[in-house]
């Protein structure tokens, strides 16, 4: 049992490192992070393509510059399929580990050693989730290489800031306060009160669709920020959002300060859902009015 704990403790310092790291360094705007797999040879020749202009022919055969840096390479279906498989498998292992963190309250530990592997796992859970996406896809997460490696990433480095930002956009300091001051923290203590105050309740279900929501959260970062799709990145943050709220409303029917707690995470994914909106529309807006091929969405 104590050799269960220690091998915890032990990954924590492996996974956190960069992964908390990446949350001041790396490039995920919204403070919800994930990754596409990188390092590999073929992920140097995907960013060496992605790195020339693809080109479209207009009517009258002059080439005309696509306006996108990202790698929308698979159809519709081809792309949801394998962020769905991705976030069910990110989300099982999550779910394993959360499990595991109740169990420990049944198990023969002195209540400073329980503690101490509970919080241990939720912090590897919580605020190293993308390290568990790491793992699925085989590589290292987009946020830990651009710690790294911080002149290298995928794609086109100015997308995200070529993007056309409403009128509200919020200040670039106050992501990482969101993320790393306010988000994360509220989750941790969310979940602490489910698995450390209502243990002898039924938490499987609220705890399957929490570590849901991260992993979907993880796959947005992958899509939007790793493809740098707006409009294939809006269906994934929809849905990441619809299932953050079911978990805030799972976790209020078990304790309801767990669920107000939710509720910080929630207020500031819907600000990412409704920018990644905007950004939608302005790019269809462009694309209409460039009439580039092939679509950028």
Known sequence: MKKHGTLILGALLGLLTSDGAAAIRGRSRFGVRGSRPVGTTRDVVARRKVATPSFGVASGGTRRPVPRGGACSDSTPELFAKVALGAAVEAGLMYGLARYAVKVNAMDYSKVVARSIQAGVLLLIIFGSASFGAIVDNGLSAASKQVLDPNTIPGDEDWYANL????????????????????????????????????????????????SHLALGDAWNKVFFGLECTGRGLAVILTFWSVLLLSAYLFYGVDKYAGLLLLPTSAWVTVATALNWSFTISTNVKLRHEKPFPSAM
């Open 164 to 211: 056309k930002k409403p009128s509200w956009n919020p200040p670039g300091w106050l992501f990482p306060i969101m993320w790393l001051v306010v988000s994360k923290p509220t989750q941790f203590m969310a979940v602490w009160k489910l698995i450390t105050q209502s243990y002898e309740k039924d938490l499987s279900i609220p705890l399957a669709v929490y570590c």
